[in-house]
């Protein structure tokens, strides 16, 4: 089974649909939160999110958007996009967002995998290195965990002799690229497919990953999208226009 890894895409609409068009053939689609936040198509991400699939966790912006978090902790350019996307959203896809569940969830048919947003200990938690990986590696025991949240593609590893973090070392800065990933047994993993709509490892590029189950590899991906229609919906909607220009840096 082919499963596409989908995280943060953060209502930018260009780099999904981008996305889905470089992405190899598919047998179904994990969504690991972060539907909205930051871009300025909410409704319309979230209507294509509901249609790829049914295999969702919530991420910390779904639940600021919907009034299941508080603001208090995000800072003002974050809340303030929050405040913009409840306004925009239509009733329906506000409820719809509310009722997303909480990480982590097994992976149907696929009980070595489970899906978070942050961390497995912790939905909100962010696993940027290896130390906030180990804890998480030793004391769960299902193989393999995808999360997203940090917006850097990569992950970590743990087995009987080691633990290091991996990124995928890409080419280029502006064409579609693919890296393997090749899955030991004797490993535990946390594995984060990257950003969708908002890079942050300095990569503008749209990130995504595909997990191939019976080959046991994850092919990390980055393609190219149209960086200006999406800063330009973002300057319409009177956004904070640090949103738009970050993207174009991949921070």
């Known amino acids: 089974m082919r499963i596409l890894l989908l995280s943060d895409i953060h209502a930018n609409l260009e780099a999904l649909e981008a996305s889905l068009a470089a992405a190899p053939s598919f047998d179904a689609v994990v969504n690991l939160g972060d539907i909205v936040g930051y871009g300025a198509s909410p409704n319309e991400v979230t209507a294509r999110s509901r249609d790829l699939g049914k295999i969702f966790v919530r991420g910390n912006h779904d639940k600021a958007v ?24 239509t009733s329906q896809n506000l409820d719809w967002l509310r009722a997303l569940p909480q990480g982590p969830i097994a992976l149907p048919d696929f009980p070595q995998v489970q899906l978070v947003h942050g961390s497995p200990n912790d939905e909100d938690e962010y696993v940027v290195s290896l130390g906030d990986a180990l804890a998480p590696l030793i004391t769960r025991t299902t193989p393999l965990t995808f999360f997203g949240h940090t917006h850097l593609q990569g992950g970590f590893f743990v087995n009987d002799s080691s633990a290091d973090g991996f990124r995928p070392e890409y080419r280029t800065v ?45 092919h990390f991906r980055r393609t190219p999208y149209n960086l200006k229609v999406a800063q ?12 738009a220009t970050r993207l174009a840096a991949g921070r």
Do not use: C, H
């Open 66 to 89: 919907t009034g299941l978090l508080e603001l208090d902790d995000f800072n003002p350019m974050a809340a303030s996009a929050a405040i913009w996307t409840r306004n925009a959203l």
């Open 174 to 218: 502006g064409q579609a690229e693919s890296i393997p990933l090749q899955l030991k047994a004797e490993a535990r993993y946390l594995i984060n497919p990257g950003s969708v709509g908002q890079p942050r490892d300095g990569d503008w590029r749209a990130a995504f990953a595909l997990y191939d189950t019976d080959a046991q590899v994850v």
């Open 232 to 243: 330009d919906r973002i300057f319409a909607a009177k956004l904070p226009p640090r949103l």
